[in-house]
């Protein structure tokens, strides 16, 4: 149990386009999801933290406009990089919170994304 | 200051040797603090989780320890297996998630 999965794995797209990131918890429910951005050799970094049916919350430095993020769903979560640059280019993770534990998350697989 | 430094940054072990990762945090009080295991390229995968009254656990070849007073855990590999080639993250949970950088293992044959 306590699955989460991330749609796709990995994507290339050219600069200035958008790319879309799915995140799902597959057996439970999320009440709350978390978007980090991993750069090589480096950890996780928490970039928003996102409740189902509320706007999300942004961690300082990362710009809310270029990274929307959606949780339309207790299963869902989109985060959306807008008009990106090679600089976007980066491994992107989200975790997901089960509704009723508190101190729990269980993270996706992660998808690359390399911006060209 | 990151308020969890792993140590060391990279290892390099023979096959079937043992290891020992540190982790020293800041972060206080917490809920539990956990070790990951990340291949290149995936997610974290969850090993061991232990709360601030545990002092030990263990999953398979794979030992945490715990020291609440020193605020200090470690992850003991044994047996060191091929598989076990990746990055070890410390995480301290007190709602919101606090990470080390992690520590690189490369087992060889």
């Known amino acids: 149990g306590a699955v989460v999965s991330q749609h796709p794995s990995w994507v290339i797209c050219k600069s200035g386009t958008s790319v879309k990131i799915e995140c799902r918890s597959l057996?439970?429910?999320?009440?709350?999801m978390f978007w980090y951005r991993q750069f090589p050799k480096q950890s996780l970094m928490l970039m928003a933290t996102?409740?189902?049916?509320?706007?999300?919350?942004?961690e300082q430095g990362v710009e809310k406009d270029k990274f929307l993020i959606n949780h339309a769903s207790l299963t869902l979560s989109t985060l959306t990089v807008t008009s990106a640059h090679p600089e976007d280019s980066s491994f992107y993770i989200c975790?997901?919170?089960?509704?009723?534990?508190?101190?729990?998350?269980?993270f996706g697989p992660g998808t690359r994304l390399t911006v060209t | 200051k990151n308020q969890v430094e792993q140590s060391p940054q990279s290892l390099i072990i023979l096959e079937g040797k043992n290891c020992t990762l540190q982790c020293n945090y800041t972060v206080s009080p917490f809920s539990n603090l956990r070790w990951y295991k990340q291949d290149t390229g995936r997610g974290p995968v969850s090993l061991t989780i232990m709360t601030f009254s545990e002092n030990t656990k263990s999953n398979g070849r794979y030992t945490a320890t715990l020291d609440a007073d020193t605020k200090q855990s470690s992850l003991h590999i044994t047996a060191s297996q091929l598989s076990d080639s990746a990055s070890y993250i410390c995480?301290?949970?007190?709602?919101?998630?606090?990470f080390g950088a992690g520590t690189t293992v490369t087992v060889r044959a």
């Open positions: 996102s409740n189902e049916g509320s706007k999300a919350t942004y």
């Open positions: 995480v301290v949970n007190d709602y919101k998630l606090s």
């Open positions: 057996d439970f429910q999320a009440t709350t």
């Open positions: 975790s997901a919170r089960p509704r009723g534990r508190s101190y729990e998350q269980y």
